[in-house]
């Protein structure tokens, strides 16, 4: 099993509202990832979780605000966006295997900020 | 540093033709190269990957890339396309086999709108 689920699919928010994508994998994966796609471009890294640990932040603004309860969560909670964060995020999960370390893919959060 | 070259960002073929995405890497040490795939409205899903054993890969879905060192090259094709292949297509290659990597990033290609004319 390769599944990582994300919730919700669909998100609308305004400028002052706060919400938060959810992302959770079960298979024993040690490291995950948020990556924010825009129409038509490739997904661009966002934040790296290994171990439980922030491990990379790609100069995200502070209203983005990663958050790995466990092993198996990751959320990202987010505050006073702005209407071009709209676009899909998703979430990725690897297992840290010193062989392949193939990353796998959630269906993403459609996000839209009015 | 690693780099990821799609030519063409969009490729057309009749149903039935053969299918080829073209990718070119650049990797100060030895790659791990995949192919992603991405309907409307989805998320990647992986296609096949290549981490040094076998040159020439097998995918799903009746995909398959080889990889050509000398060429620096990973190129994906099927031999026959299908209306369902329709869809985006990523190339992408990992520091994930670099000494000094802990993190395993991925580098993307700008992508490949592949489009299956009836």
């Known amino acids: 099993d390769t599944e990582v689920t994300q919730t919700p699919k669909h998100l609308v928010m305004g400028m002052t509202n706060k919400k938060s994508l959810k992302c959770e994998q079960h298979?024993?994966?040690?490291?995950m990832y948020w990556y924010k796609q825009k129409a038509k471009k490739p997904p661009e890294l966002m934040f790296v979780?290994?171990?439980?640990?922030?491990?990379i932040n790609e100069s995200v603004p502070s209203r983005f605000s990663p958050e790995c309860p466990n092993s198996s969560l990751l959320n990202l909670h987010l505050h006073a966006l702005q209407p071009e964060d709209s676009a899909l995020y998703l979430c990725?999960?690897?297992?840290?295997?010193?062989?392949?370390?193939?990353?796998?893919f959630g269906p993403g959060t459609r996000l839209t900020v009015l | 540093a690693q780099s990821v070259t799609q030519l063409g960002s969009h490729v057309s073929v009749s149903e039935g033709a053969l299918v080829l995405l073209r990718c070119n890497y650049s990797?100060?040490?030895?790659?791990?190269l995949f192919w992603y795939v991405q309907y409307p409205n989805q998320g990647l899903q992986l296609l096949l990957k290549?981490?040094?054993?076998?040159?020439l890969v097998k995918g799903i879905n009746g995909f398959e890339a080889e990889f050509k060192k000398s060429e620096t090259s990973f190129h994906l094709t099927k031999p026959s396309a299908h209306m369902s292949d329709a869809a985006e297509y990523f190339c992408?290659?990992?520091?994930?086999?670099?000494?000094?990597?802990?993190?395993?990033?991925?580098?993307f290609g700008r992508g490949t709108q592949l489009t299956v004319w009836p």
């Open positions: 990797s100060s040490v030895p790659p791990y």
């Open positions: 979780y290994s171990y439980e640990k922030l491990s």
């Open positions: 992408a290659v990992s520091d994930g086999s670099d000494r000094g990597s802990t993190l395993g990033r991925l580098y």
């Open positions: 990725a999960s690897s297992p840290r295997d010193r062989d392949t370390d193939t990353q796998y």
């Open positions: 290549y981490t040094s054993a076998a040159t």
């Open positions: 298979m024993g994966h040690r490291a």
